[in-house]
C-alpha cells in the first residue's frame, strides 16, 4: 500500500508566488488530495487561511511545520491536471501562481461564500402518532390543518409550500416539532439557469460529404491517436458550412465513449440561441458555464461537473476549467475570437491554454473558424495541428453573399466632404424596404460622436483621468470615456471660449440611427451596441423581434457581427472599413479586419435569396478589404504570413509586453529603468526590444502606462527572470506585470 502523504505544500489566498509546507495530521492523511481547498493557520497570532494543496512532499527545508487546521467542509478539490495546468500557466503568462490557481475556480465557489442551496422539508414522525395527535388535539385548528396536509404527503413537503397549503405560519411548525410529532430535513436543491425553458430535443442529422469527412477524423482521433500524432484539428470551415453539426456529433461520440467533453464559445455568441442548441441534443448531460450566470446558479453548474452529474460543459472562456478527470474533447468555436484572451491576470488565451490542457490529458482539441487566426493556420499548413477544410456551404443553394466595394473618397460633395452614407448603400437599404427584407448595418464605434471639439478655439473635451477625448452619447446627453468608464454632461457651450458652435464630429452608432430615422421614414430600426444592450436581456428581446421581423434595420457594433443567423437578411452594409484598419504599430490589424469583415459579410444571404454587402472605404485596395471581397481565405493568409516571417512577427516568434502603471510618472519610468537594468543581461540577441515609453494612451483612470516590448522567440528564460524580479524586487506606487502573447498594444 502507498503510505501516506506527511507534507503539503500548500498556495494561500495571496499573491506571492510561492508555496509553503505544512505538516498533514494523521487523521486527514487518507482524505486530502492535491487539489483540495483546506484550512491553515498563518501568520503569528491565531489568523486562519484558506489554501489550496499543489503538492506533497516527504520532507521540508523547515525544520517545524504547522499542521493542516482542516479540509474544507465543501470538499472542493481540483484534479491534479488541473494543478499542473495552473502551474503552466503561471510560468508562460508570468503571473503568481495563486492567482492562475485562484483562476480555475470560479470565485462563486472558492470564496465560500455560496453554499449549496437548502430548503426545509417537513413529515411526519409517523402516521399512528398524528393520528392520535389530531384526536386528541381537535381544537388546535392550525396544528390539525398541518397535519391533515402531511398525512397526504408521504414523501414530506417543503416548508414554504406546506404553510401556504395548511393555511398556517411558521410557529405553528415550531410547536408542533417541539411536539415531535413532525420532523425537518435540509435537502439540497440545484438552482435551475434553464428554470422555464423548454426546449425541444433534436436528433443528429445526417453529415453531408464534407461533415461526413470531418467527423471520421475527429473520430479517429478520438479513439485511438499515436503519441506523434497531432492532438489539434483545426476545422476551417466557410460560414454555414454546418460546423455546429460537427460539433455536437463529436461530443455525442465523446459521450459514448462514456468521456468528457468541454465546448468554448465566445461570450458574446453565448446566447440562449446557443445553449439551446447544445440542449436540444444533450439535456441534463450538461452544464452552462458564464459570467451571465448568478453566483448560485454557477456554484451549481460547476458543482455538477465536479460531482460528475453531467459530462458536458458549454461555456465561455473559463468553462476550459471545468474540473472534468476524464477529458476526451476540447472544442473551441471561433478560435480566432480575441475575446479568449482575459485582460487581467492571468493573461492567457484560453484558446492556447486548451490546446495545453488537452496535451496534458490526452484529451483531442477541436478548433473551428471561418477565418482561423494566422498562428493556427501555420500551425495547420506546417503540420503541428490537423488540418480540415469545409468549403462548401451546407445548402449549396444559399449562395455565398455578393461583395462589393464602394470607394468613399469618390462619393465627396462639391467641398470635398466625404459623407458617412454612399449613394448605393442608401438605395440598398431602401431597396430591402421596400421587399419586405431586412438590412444590417455595421460599424465599429459606438456613440453618437468621436469626440466633442470647438471650431472657434480647437478646444477637444479630454477624460481627466485618462489621456484620450470623449465620447458623445446624443440620447443622454453625456460625454463619456470608453477607457475608464468616468461620464460628465455634454456642455452646451465651449467651456474654454463659450462659442454656441461647439461640434459633434464623426459617425458613432447613435449618429447612424439618427441619420437613418430622417432618412428612412416610418422603417423600424434598432441600435445593438454596448450602450444600448446593457443587460443580456436586452440583447435577447432585440434579436428576438429582428427574427419576427418587427425590425427593418438593425445598426451595431461588433456585438452584430458574429453568429446572428436570419434567412431574412438579405444586405449588410459596413459603413466605415478603415475603422481599425490602420492601427499604429498593431501588426494584427489587417487579420482582424479581414476577420471582422467576413464575419460581418457572413450575416448577409443566409436563406433563399443571395445576400449582397456592401464594404465603404477610403482605401478600396487594401489586400484585408480585397480578401474579405473575394471570400479567399487563403489568398489572405499567404500574403499575411509573408509579411509576418519577413518582420518576424508571431508566429514567428512571440510577442511580450511589459506594463508599468502608477500614478506618479517619475515612479514609472524609474520602476521600468530599474527592471530593464535587471533583465538586459538575459535577453536573446535575437529578441527585438523596445525600450519602456509611454503607452499609446498614456493615461487610463488616473495611472500613467509605460510599457516595454519584446519579439522574439526565446523569452522563457526572460519570462523567468522578469517574474522573480516583479515579485522581490518592490516599486511602491507601480504596478509591474507581463502580458505574454498581447493582444493589445494599449
Ligand atoms: P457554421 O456554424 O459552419 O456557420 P451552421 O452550423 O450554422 O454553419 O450550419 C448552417 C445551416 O445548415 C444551419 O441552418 C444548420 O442547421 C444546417 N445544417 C448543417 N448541417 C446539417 C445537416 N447535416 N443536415 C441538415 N442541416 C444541416
Ligand atoms: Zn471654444
Ligand atoms: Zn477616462
Not at 499573491?15 to 488530495?33: C, G, K
Not at 465599429?444 to 460622436?449: H, L, M, P, T, V
Not at 522581490?728 to 498594444?745: L, N, R
Request: proline share 5%.
Amino acid at each position: 500500500m502507498k503510505s501516506l502523504p506527511k507534507i503539503a505544500k500548500v498556495l494561500l489566498d495571496l499573491s506571492l508566488d510561492r508555496s509553503f509546507d505544512y505538516a498533514i495530521p494523521p487523521d486527514l492523511a487518507a482524505d486530502i488530495r492535491v487539489g483540495m481547498k483546506v484550512n491553515v493557520p498563518f501568520g503569528n497570532g491565531k489568523g486562519e487561511r484558506t489554501a489550496y494543496v499543489v503538492a506533497f512532499a516527504e520532507t521540508s527545508p523547515y525544520p517545524t511545520l504547522k499542521p493542516i487546521l482542516s479540509l474544507c467542509e465543501d470538499r472542493i478539490s481540483l484534479p491534479d491536471s488541473l494543478i499542473r495546468l495552473g502551474e503552466w500557466m503561471a510560468d508562460y503568462y508570468c503571473c503568481a501562481r495563486e492567482s492562475a490557481i485562484r483562476n480555475l475556480l470560479p470565485g462563486a465557489v472558492r470564496n465560500g461564500k455560496v453554499k449549496q442551496k437548502t430548503e426545509n422539508w417537513y413529515f411526519l414522525a409517523d402516521r399512528d402518532s398524528a393520528m392520535s395527535y389530531i384526536t386528541a388535539n381537535a381544537k388546535a385548528k392550525a396544528r390539525c390543518a398541518v397535519l391533515k396536509v402531511l398525512l397526504n404527503a408521504p414523501g414530506g413537503m417543503e416548508s414554504v409550500q406546506l404553510q401556504k397549503e395548511a393555511g398556517t405560519s411558521a410557529s405553528v411548525l415550531k410547536k408542533l416539532l417541539d411536539d415531535k410529532v413532525i420532523m425537518i430535513e435540509e435537502r439540497g436543491v440545484e438552482r435551475d439557469p434553464f428554470k422555464g425553458v423548454k426546449v425541444m430535443p433534436t436528433a443528429p442529422k445526417e453529415p453531408n460529404e464534407q461533415q461526413a469527412e470531418a467527423l471520421q477524423i475527429i473520430k479517429n482521433k478520438l479513439h485511438d491517436r499515436t503519441k506523434e500524432e497531432s492532438h489539434v484539428v483545426l476545422m476551417h470551415g466557410v460560414t454555414g458550412s454546418g460546423k455546429t453539426e460537427v460539433y455536437l456529433q463529436s461530443i455525442a461520440e465523446v459521450i459514448a465513449m462514456r468521456k468528457e467533453a468541454i465546448m468554448l464559445v465566445p461570450e458574446i455568441s453565448l446566447t440562449p440561441q446557443t445553449v439551446g442548441l447544445f440542449r436540444a441534443r444533450f439535456g441534463d448531460e450538461l452544464c452552462v458555464l458564464h459570467s451571465g450566470l448568478s453566483d448560485g446558479e454557477r456554484y451549481d453548474e460547476w458543482m455538477k461537473v465536479q460531482s460528475g452529474k453531467v459530462k458536458i460543459a458549454v461555456g465561455a472562456r473559463s468553462a476550459l476549467f471545468a474540473p472534468f478527470r476524464n477529458l476526451a474533447l476540447i472544442i473551441v468555436d471561433e478560435e480566432h475570437d480575441t475575446s479568449y484572451k482575459q485582460s487581467e491576470a492571468p493573461r492567457y488565451n484560453a484558446r492556447d491554454v486548451a490546446v495545453v490542457r488537452g496535451k496534458l490529458e490526452n484529451a483531442l482539441v477541436l478548433l473551428g473558424s471561418a477565418t482561423p487566426s494566422v498562428e493556427s493556420y501555420h500551425n495547420a499548413t506546417t503540420g503541428k495541428y490537423t488540418l480540415v477544410k469545409m468549403t462548401k456551404r451546407y445548402d449549396p443553394t444559399v449562395l455565398m453573399p455578393s461583395v462589393s466595394v464602394v470607394d468613399m473618397r469618390l462619393e465627396s460633395d462639391e467641398n470635398g466632404r466625404i459623407p458617412f452614407f454612399s449613394k448605393g448603400l442608401i438605395q440598398a437599404i431602401r431597396d430591402r424596404i421596400g421587399r419586405g427584407e431586412q438590412s444590417i448595418v455595421f460599424l465599429n464605434r459606438r456613440g453618437f460622436a468621436r469626440q466633442m471639439n470647438c471650431p472657434a478655439c480647437g478646444y477637444i473635451a479630454m477624460c481627466s483621468e485618462c489621456s484620450v477625448a470623449l465620447t458623445y452619447h446624443r440620447r443622454s446627453q453625456m460625454l463619456s470615456c470608453h477607457f475608464c468608464a468616468g461620464t460628465m454632461p455634454a456642455p452646451e457651450i465651449c467651456p474654454e471660449c463659450g462659442s454656441h458652435d461647439i461640434r459633434y464630429q464623426g459617425n458613432g452608432t447613435e449618429r447612424i440611427e439618427n441619420i437613418f430615422e430622417e432618412l428612412f421614414r416610418g422603417a423600424r430600426i434598432a441600435r445593438m451596441d454596448s450602450d444600448t444592450m446593457t443587460r443580456p436581456s436586452l440583447y435577447e428581446k432585440t434579436l428576438a423581434s429582428f427574427r419576427k421581423g418587427e425590425i427593418d434595420i438593425l445598426i451595431g457594433t461588433q456585438m452584430i457581427a458574429k453568429g446572428l443567423d436570419f434567412p431574412n437578411v438579405t444586405f449588410v452594409g459596413v459603413v466605415n472599413a478603415d475603422l481599425g484598419l490602420y492601427v499604429p504599430g498593431d501588426f494584427r490589424a489587417q487579420e482582424h479586419a479581414f476577420q471582422l469583415l467576413t464575419q460581418v459579410a457572413g450575416r448577409a444571404g443566409r436563406g433563399e435569396i443571395p445576400g449582397e454587402v456592401l464594404i465603404q472605404t477610403c482605401a478600396p485596395f487594401n489586400s484585408a478589404i480585397q480578401y474579405a471581397v473575394e471570400h479567399d481565405y487563403d489568398g489572405f493568409f499567404k500574403e499575411e504570413i509573408m509579411l509576418r516571417e519577413e518582420l518576424a512577427f508571431p508566429p514567428f516568434g512571440h510577442m511580450m509586453i511589459i506594463h508599468f502603471r502608477g500614478e506618479e510618472v517619475e515612479k514609472v519610468q524609474e520602476a521600468a529603468n530599474a527592471l530593464m537594468t535587471l533583465i538586459r543581461p538575459y535577453i536573446d540577441p535575437d529578441t527585438r526590444v523596445t525600450e519602456p515609453a509611454p503607452a499609446t494612451v498614456e493615461r487610463i483612470a488616473g495611472k500613467y502606462r509605460y510599457t516595454a516590448l519584446f519579439m522574439g522567440g526565446k523569452l522563457a528564460q526572460l519570462r523567468r527572470v522578469i517574474k522573480r524580479a516583479i515579485y522581490t524586487e518592490k516599486h511602491p506606487g507601480v504596478d509591474i506585470y507581463v502580458d505574454m502573447d498581447a493582444i493589445s498594444f494599449l
